[in-house]
């Protein structure tokens, strides 16, 4: 055999590593299209993932302190525990929701009538702004567009039914994932060897802490804007406070942006209202901006989600792009997860945590490092 043939038959690709690659590619493709199929039920146990990590620990304290070992019945006394806050919290915003929602209602009529005339706090804005006029001009675009918002009931029902399916789903199967846990987290630690399995376990638990933490923190916090939110509206004599408040408190929950979000429609609400609250107001978010920023995050993270600015802001920026507001939600608790595991990988690189310290390129154990070497 002479030289270019044996060089031609070593640079022949084996016929298995051309089927290999070719059926990785058929089955990326296929995941790919999967993915695509599920993903609404795939978000769900995403969203179920992160309630049943956050209830978990206390899940743990109830069956060690309360149940004495029963986990079902621990799970269940959780479970059950919030819904009875959920519902306490619906029913305490109930009761002034409806009633101002029927003053809203009540309202509605005159405040329109005042508009249009450009009479009233409204109207005067309206005219300041030039608002009537544009609507004057583009009434025919106005009335086809309103045309349109009629058309979708159907697809409104059916948004409707499918975010009660959504809850329903999310919360069985958080209560299913908390309650079978640690039956699944024994079981797949077992298939590792007892070092790689601790090491797995801590790492785990440091994630959970990260998602616990932010969770916990950022209701607080929205709480506590919500709560001054209502206070300032209501001493300012912004009607409706409860509905502003509440709105304001859900976008906080949104970072960085949600809290702006939510300043600017109490804000024009405060300027609707008068002038003086509109000024009350807007001085109140700017005051409440540093506070929060400064202060309120940094004292309630600090021992949970350790990230600074940056990796913040980039992972919000990828997580809106990849899942719009559920994204933004699950960003930061998401950039801790990954940061705990970078920083387990990059420890054990450089060779940091070991079961015994080493000196030396030989990694000689450092109790033997001065003893003189055993002849053979």
Not at 173 to 188: I, N, R, T
Not at 239 to 265: E, H, K, N, R
């Amino acid at each position: 055999m002479t030289d270019a043939t044996t060089e031609e038959a070593r640079s022949r690709v084996p016929v298995r590593t051309i089927l290999t690659t070719i059926g990785l590619v058929l089955a990326t493709g296929v995941a790919v299209l999967l993915v695509m199929r599920v993903e609404r039920v795939l978000i769900w146990m995403v969203v179920a993932l992160f309630f049943a990590v956050a209830l978990y620990p206390v899940v743990d304290w109830v069956q060690r302190h309360v149940t004495r070992g029963r986990r079902s019945l621990a799970t269940l006394l959780v479970f059950v525990l919030v819904l009875v806050v959920l519902g306490g919290l619906l029913a305490v915003f109930a009761v002034p929701l409806a009633q101002e929602g029927t003053q809203v209602a009540g309202q509605l009529p005159p405040l329109i009538a005042d508009a249009r005339a450009g009479r009233g706090p409204v109207g005067d804005l309206l005219t300041r702004v030039h608002a009537l006029e544009w609507v004057q001009n583009n009434q025919d675009r106005i009335r086809e567009f309103a045309t349109g918002l009629g058309t979708p009931a159907l697809g409104v029902v059916q948004a409707a039914g499918t975010a009660v399916v959504a809850t329903v789903t999310i919360f069985v199967l958080a209560y299913l994932a908390v309650l079978e846990g640690p039956k699944v987290v024994d079981g797949s630690l077992a298939l590792f060897p007892p070092d790689r399995a601790e090491r797995i376990r801590r790492v785990t638990h440091d994630c959970a802490k990260t998602v616990t933490g932010y969770i916990s923190g950022n209701l607080l916090i929205s709480v506590i804007c919500g709560l001054l939110t209502y206070a300032v509206l209501k001493i300012a004599g912004v009607p409706f406070a409860g509905l502003i408040a509440l709105f304001v408190a859900i976008t906080d929950l949104i970072p960085l942006v949600g809290a702006t979000i939510g300043a600017v429609v109490a804000t024009i609400a405060g300027f609707v209202h008068s002038v003086p609250a509109g000024i009350a107001v807007l001085v109140f978010f700017v005051l409440y901006q540093q506070l929060e920023n400064h202060l309120l995050q940094p004292l309630i993270f600090a021992r949970t989600v350790k990230l600074n600015p940056l990796t913040v802001l980039v992972a919000i920026l990828v997580a809106v792009e990849l899942a719009g507001i559920l994204g933004a939600l699950l960003a930061i608790p998401a950039a801790g997860i990954v940061q705990v595991i970078l920083r387990d990988v990059w420890d054990h690189r450089r060779g940091r945590p070991k079961p015994q310290p080493t000196v030396g390129p030989e990694q000689v154990p450092v109790d033997q490092a001065g003893r003189p070497a055993t002849a053979g």
